[in-house]
């Protein structure tokens, strides 16, 4: 049981390792409560210090990626290091969009938040490495716009960020140019091969995001990230996604395996 201050009300958790732990977080900056899905891993101790990662579209992450069950199989064998996971979910299409969009009217806050409420919280909260290369965010889509657009605004806080699918536009390529410290950031980046032609699920609109990606993926090549890469046969949808996962997670989480 611990007690956590939050916008100068004492709030009760409860987190119980090897389980998602839902808690509604109060943000000032978004003026609403956010979901957040919190992970702990079955053999969670305060004795050890973790890596945080930080999914947007965090419901989908656990319900659909299943990435929870992916870190503890990997653990079990080894191949990856300790981590506890955060999922920011969202609260309808609409308001996804908003605030994950890289057009979004409210995207801007939902970085801000991230940054400067949500991850002092986890902070606080638990025995995290207080280092950008110990955090990772993770997105699908819109999420993997929000997650990158997190990344580049504050590099040195969060150096870690895997991609799945993003969108891209000409917002991300300023923020691109405007970034300092790019040498700080590692980018993990993967679409599919059936994402040049297909109907959104939001809208029921044909999209194109293999071509854009190709087209993010030279941008980062020119200038001074560290980029992964990969194109993967499958299309703009969690079946295809969850698949990578593993792979995700060992590449960000193999550098100090601990038996």
Not at 168 to 173: A, K, L, T, Y
Not at 206 to 219: G, M, V, Y
Not at 230 to 250: A, M, P, V, Y
Request: hydrophobic fraction near 40%; glycine fraction near 6%; charge should be negative.
């Amino acid at each position: 049981m611990s007690l956590r201050l939050l916008g100068g009300a004492l709030f009760m958790y409860d987190f119980q390792p090897g389980r998602i732990n839902k808690i509604s977080f109060p943000s000032e900056l978004l003026e609403r409560n956010v979901t957040l899905s919190i992970y702990l891993p079955k053999d969670f101790s305060e004795l050890f210090k973790y890596k945080v990662v930080f999914c947007f579209d965090g419901l989908d992450f656990f319900s659909f990626g299943r990435i929870h069950r992916s870190y503890e199989n990997l653990r079990e064998a080894n191949e990856i290091e300790k981590a506890i996971f955060v999922g920011f979910h969202y609260e309808d299409v609409d308001k996804r969009r908003a605030e994950f969009h890289p057009q979004g009217a409210r995207t801007h806050l939902t970085v801000k938040a991230v940054a400067n409420e949500i991850l002092p919280f986890i902070d606080r909260t638990f025995p995290t490495y207080k280092v950008g290369n110990a955090r990772i965010l993770l997105g699908d889509s819109l999420a993997g716009s929000v997650a990158l657009m997190t990344a580049l605004s504050y590099p040195r806080i969060f150096s870690q960020v895997g991609l799945l699918s993003p969108q891209h536009d000409e917002v991300i390529q300023t923020l691109i140019d405007r970034c300092q410290f790019q040498e700080q950031l590692t980018i993990w980046h993967a679409v599919g091969l059936e994402e040049e032609d297909f109907e959104l699920p939001t809208n029921g609109k044909r999209a194109d995001f293999l071509t854009p990606n190709r087209e993010l993926k030279s941008i980062i090549e020119a200038n001074n990230f560290t980029h992964h890469y990969i194109e993967f046969e499958g299309g703009h949808r969690w079946k295809s996604w969850k698949h990578l996962l593993d792979d995700l997670l060992k590449y960000f989480l193999s550098d100090n395996i601990s038996f």
